[in-house]
């Protein structure tokens, strides 16, 4: 984003370098007139992230204006927690003429580099000060303000707090089985050849038997009533024929360690804590989001269920600030971004993934359903793929790239999603019928499943679900 406009306003550049509790930073004062050299008046301030020690610092650079030299820019690099507390600070105690702004890193870096300068934290201070003095150019970031009253009427941060806790238990989650899984091919190999290890029959069955030799010495019928109890009574009794027969035929060593029994079923333990803790958060996740106008505005696009709509709206706090659809698909990573020179390289690399990674998760987890069930996307997705298998991934970030401008077009019009007669005419024969045929219009009035839309060749908008499974989320 160019600021050539944004940046001539101030006179006093003051460039934040932040770590943790504390940051250095420098003063660079642009002089209006041309025979005036502009230059450093402090090339060093130290401060902690305390009352006292911000407010003295804000004094030591209002100190620096006088009738020529009014308005300031404070300004610092995204870096995550350290940077949130300190911005806030600023912004609720400036004055008239006065202004605070994130920095892109990802500019500074190319413009530190270009202009030889070496990096520590004194010397990034002096980076970003004459950077932002000496280029209209800067890139600065509109960041989503926490906390604030403006912000909080529409739940924006709260929800983002939600969202980001709920995936780093998903990131948790997934460790915790994996270990498990680990665990199981050295200890109990068999059950994962029948069950999933991600099942709640399998959490079962290594709660109560930790080994293939517990299994041995019980009988059928026990093992059977607590994989029948906890598949919700859809576990059949062949299943566990299968285990047994793998059982017997086991390779793991009599001696079993009792330390490893324990440690398998104190995972156990952990994924059911775990899998509570993230409905807990789900539910409220959803919850806060549901009183968003377009959350269920979001849920009429194919693929997006409750959980993608709740982490987009969290993600995404203000539509207005991404000018085109393109901007917004940027924002969410899913641009091919080609970091060579020369028409000779001029291809589509791999994805950018700049942005959220979050927003981007969200919809590639969205656009894995709606290839299969969104015709459009199921058309873009064979015509990308064109029947090779090593394509797939490339044709599913094509398609997750296309969800990307559907929800920015949703949410900039506030506007449901339809899948229009004049569009659908379009699609290949097959493809259309395949649309047709595992559709119904016939809803039950107390239904669980996602309802889209569709319009028919007089414009009319008809509600219909899938007749398939709708998409776990």
């Known amino acids: 984003m160019k600021n050539n406009i944004f940046s001539k306003q101030y006179d006093l550049f003051i460039g934040l370098d932040v770590s943790k509790g504390k940051a250095d930073a420098a003063i660079y004062k642009r002089n209006r007139d041309r025979n005036v050299k502009s230059k450093f008046v402090r ?90 003095a000496t280029d209209d150019d800067a890139r600065y970031v509109e960041k989503a303000p926490n906390y604030n009253e403006e912000n909080n009427k529409k739940g924006h ?36 050849a029948v069950f999933s290890i991600r099942s709640a029959t399998a959490l079962a069955i290594l ?28 576990c059949k009794e062949a299943k566990i024929d299968d285990l047994f027969d793998l ?36 539910k409220m996740m959803v919850n ?54 020369g028409s000779s390289v001029d291809t589509h690399g791999k994805i950018s993934k700049m942005g959220s990674p979050i927003l981007r998760h969200a919809i590639y987890l969205a656009s894995e359903y709606a290839r299969r069930h969104n015709p459009y996307l199921a058309n ?12 797939h991934k490339l044709a599913t970030v094509a398609v997750a790239n296309k969800m990307a401008r559907y929800i920015y077009a949703i949410l900039k019009h506030d506007s449901d999603f339809v899948l229009l007669y004049e569009d659908l005419m379009k699609l290949p024969e097959d493809t259309r019928a395949t649309f047709f045929q595992s559709i119904t219009t016939d809803i039950p009035e107390k239904t669980r499943r996602c309802i889209y839309k569709y319009s028919d060749e007089n414009g009319v908008v008809h509600d219909f679900t899938f007749t398939g499974n709708d998409p776990e989320e």
């Open 288 to 341: 806060l989001a549901s009183e968003q106008p377009a959350f269920k505005r979001l849920q009429t696009l194919i693929g997006v269920g409750e959980e993608s709509a709740a982490m987009i709206l969290g993600e995404v706090y203000d539509i207005a600030l991404s000018k085109k659809a393109e901007n917004f698909a940027s924002y969410c990573g899913l641009t091919p971004r080609n970091k060579k020179s």
């Open 380 to 391: 873009l997705f064979a015509r990308v793929k064109n029947g090779n298998k090593k394509r």
């Open 157 to 192: 941060a709260n929800l983002k707090i939600l969202t980001h806790r709920y995936q780093q238990l998903n990131k948790q989650l997934n460790a915790e089985y994996n270990r498990l899984s680990a665990q199981c091919e050295k200890f109990f190999p068999e059950l994962t």
């Open 247 to 282: 059982c017997e035929n086991t390779i793991v060593t009599l001696n079993v360690p009792q330390e490893a029994e324990l440690i398998t079923v104190e995972m156990v333990s952990s994924i059911r804590n775990l899998l509570q803790t993230r409905r807990n958060y789900k």
């Open 43 to 132: 090339k060093a301030i130290k401060f902690k992230f305390t009352k006292p020690g911000v407010d003295e610092f804000l004094d030591t650079v209002r100190h620096y204006k006088d009738e020529d030299c009014l308005s300031v820019l404070f300004t610092m690099e995204v870096t995550g927690v350290y940077s949130d507390n300190v911005y806030m600070y600023i912004r609720d105690h400036l004055q008239e003429s006065e202004a605070v702004k994130f920095l892109d890193t990802k500019f500074v870096d190319r413009w530190r580099d270009a202009h030889g300068y070496a990096k520590s934290d004194p010397l990034d201070a002096k980076t970003i000060a004459q950077m932002c």
């Open 207 to 234: 709660e109560a038997y930790p080994t293939a030799h517990h299994i041995i010495k019980s009988s059928k019928n026990e093992v059977f009533n607590v994989a029948y109890e906890a598949s919700k009574h859809r």
